[in-house]
């Protein structure tokens, strides 16, 4: 083993702590972040830096050789199969399967047999370098098969980087099968620092996988984020929501009440109104709760309809419902609602039979029963009617 180092290993061995402190910045992001293709990379980083570290070895250790080289080769496959992994799920998601391993064969092979065709490393390396272009091309070509929504500049950083490195590695094929071709001596400063060469771009390959996975993480963030908002907005709507009148309810109302507490210089004027279903027993005990249903929902539609913008309604029980009226005169809600709200909601015919052609005994033809929610009088049954019958003072006239 010589002293001192040459320029050429001075370089390799640069390169090696370089693409280590690379494997060791992406280990522990993998440690932090749990993506698959990440610990495709920071494996395939490893990998790489062993192999590097087993070259420079077997140059200042020539008894060793035959054991060193095979392990340089077989590593530096090994990076290209995972970088390529890697690419791959991030891209479309796949991952390595038991299936997948027979395509290791070949790099095992050929890492056991370069060593044996040629005297000269220069002459091994013609071959290793073309394979190594072939799996940057590979990776490369992989990786544009991700989905568009994944553009960014991670994508394009890697992208850039990859395409660089195939061509950086495929320029080694013709230059040095020239040298070896001619005996011709490569210049100082492309054989010393070649090495280098490939360091600045791995370098920047493994900023770009970085830059790849936070552009991940965010993306991801955001994704959640924007579940999370809908959400929120579905239980909001679910908490504020009466279910069977698709009304506002007493939480939404008494919300407005406490937000105009709050805030009174913003606070809007206007009334208050409660409106009561009446007779809505009899309509459950005949036809059942769904048509009682029917019936609440008609109201409150019909209260939604005849509303002004302005005008909330909420579902403060199960006959009945207020509504606030900002902006409006005191009486208008009650007015518009007993003019929108028809006095028979179509009570069927089954339920009520049509009278008789024939007269009864007293002369006159039978009279068809009253609905329950009609009145005596011949006013027109409203949600405020009954509680005037009652002699109450009705919050529909202007109360509160």
Same mark, same amino acid.
């Not at 272009?133 to 994944?150: E, T």
């Not at 908490?239 to 919300?255: I, K, Q, V």
């Not at 339920?351 to 009088?377: F, Q």
């Given at each position: 083993?010589?002293p001192?180092?040459?320029?050429s290993?001075?370089a390799?061995?640069?390169?090696a702590?370089?693409?280590?402190?690379?494997a060791?910045?992406?280990?522990?992001?993998?440690?932090?972040?749990?993506?698959?293709?990440?610990?495709?990379?920071?494996k395939?980083?490893?990998?790489?830096?062993?192999?590097?570290?087993?070259?420079f070895?077997?140059f200042?250790?020539?008894?060793a050789?035959?054991?060193?080289?095979?392990?340089?080769?077989?590593?530096?496959?090994?990076?290209?199969?995972?970088?390529?992994?890697?690419?791959r799920?991030?891209?479309?998601g796949?991952?390595?399967?038991?299936?997948?391993?027979?395509?290791?064969?070949?790099?095992?092979?050929?890492?056991?047999?370069l060593?044996?065709?040629?005297?000269?490393?220069s002459?091994?390396?013609i071959?290793?370098?073309?394979?190594?272009?072939?799996?940057?091309?590979?990776?490369?070509?992989?990786?544009?098969?991700?989905?568009p929504?994944?553009?960014?500049?991670?994508?394009?950083?890697?992208?850039?980087?990859?395409?660089?490195?195939?061509?950086?590695?495929?320029s080694?094929?013709?230059?040095?099968?020239?040298?070896?071709?001619?005996?011709?001596?490569?210049?100082?400063?492309?054989?010393?620092?070649?090495?280098?060469f490939?360091?600045?771009?791995?370098t920047?390959?493994?900023?770009?996988?970085?830059?790849?996975?936070?552009?991940?993480?965010?993306?991801?963030?955001?994704?959640?984020n924007?579940?999370?908002?809908?959400?929120?907005?579905?239980?909001?709507?679910q908490a504020r929501?009466?279910?069977?009148t698709?009304?506002?309810?007493?939480?939404?109302?008494y919300?407005?009440?406490?937000?105009?507490?709050?805030?009174?210089?913003?606070?809007?004027g206007?009334?208050?109104?409660?409106?009561?279903?009446?007779?809505?027993?009899?309509?459950?005990?005949a036809?059942g709760?769904?048509?009682?249903?029917?019936?609440?929902?008609?109201?409150?539609?019909?209260?939604?309809?005849?509303?002004?913008?302005t005008?909330?309604?909420s579902?403060?029980?199960?006959?009945s419902?207020?509504s606030?009226?900002?902006?409006s005169?005191?009486?208008?809600?009650?007015?518009?609602?007993?003019? !929108?709200? #028809?006095?028979? @909601?179509?009570? =069927?015919?089954r339920?009520w039979? %049509?009278?008789?052609?024939? &007269?009864?005994? $007293?002369? !006159?033809? #039978?009279?068809? @029963?009253?609905? =329950?929610?009609?009145?005596?009088? %011949?006013?027109?049954?409203? &949600?405020?009617? $009954?509680?005037?019958r009652?002699?109450?003072?009705?919050?529909?006239?202007?109360?509160v």
């Amino acid at each position: 083993m010589e002293p001192n180092l040459s320029p050429s290993e001075l370089a390799l061995l640069i390169q090696a702590v370089g693409i280590a402190l690379i494997a060791v910045l992406s280990f522990f992001l993998g440690r932090s972040i749990d993506r698959v293709y990440l610990s495709y990379w920071w494996k395939a980083w490893t990998c790489l830096a062993a192999s590097l570290t087993a070259l420079f070895l077997s140059f200042r250790l020539e008894s060793a050789r035959l054991l060193l080289e095979p392990l340089y080769f077989l590593g530096e496959y090994a990076f290209g199969y995972l970088l390529i992994a890697g690419c791959r799920n991030y891209a479309t998601g796949a991952v390595l399967r038991p299936r997948h391993l027979p395509a290791l064969i070949p790099g095992l092979l050929l890492a056991f047999l370069l060593p044996w065709i040629h005297t000269d490393f220069s002459g091994r390396f013609i071959a290793h370098s073309a394979i190594l272009a072939g799996f940057f091309a590979v990776a490369f070509w992989r990786l544009q098969q991700g989905r568009p929504d994944r553009e960014g500049t991670g994508l394009r950083i890697t992208s850039v980087a990859l395409l660089v490195l195939a061509l950086n590695f495929l320029s080694y094929v013709p230059v040095l099968w020239y040298s070896l071709a001619n005996r011709v001596r490569l210049f100082s400063i492309y054989s010393s620092y070649t090495s280098l060469f490939d360091l600045i771009l791995e370098t920047l390959l493994g900023f770009g996988t970085v830059i790849l996975v936070m552009e991940g993480v965010h993306r991801e963030a955001q994704e959640a984020n924007r579940e999370l908002r809908l959400a929120r907005d579905r239980m909001e709507s679910q908490a504020r929501m009466d279910p069977l009148t698709e009304s506002l309810n007493r939480h939404a109302f008494y919300s407005l009440v406490e937000d105009n507490r709050l805030a009174p210089q913003a606070a809007p004027g206007g009334c208050v109104a409660v409106v009561d279903i009446d007779s809505l027993k009899p309509i459950n005990d005949a036809l059942g709760h769904a048509a009682g249903d029917a019936v609440i929902r008609a109201v409150s539609g019909a209260i939604r309809r005849r509303s002004a913008p302005t005008i909330w309604s909420s579902a403060g029980g199960g006959t009945s419902f207020s509504s606030s009226s900002s902006g409006s005169p005191r009486r208008r809600p009650a007015g518009v609602w007993r003019d !929108s709200i #028809p006095p028979s @909601p179509g009570w =069927p015919s089954r339920a009520w039979p %049509s009278p008789s052609a024939s &007269p009864s005994p $007293g002369g !006159s033809p #039978p009279s068809r @029963p009253p609905p =329950p929610w009609s009145g005596p009088s %011949s006013e027109p049954t409203t &949600p405020c009617t $009954g509680a005037r019958r009652r002699g109450a003072r009705s919050r529909c006239d202007g109360g509160v």
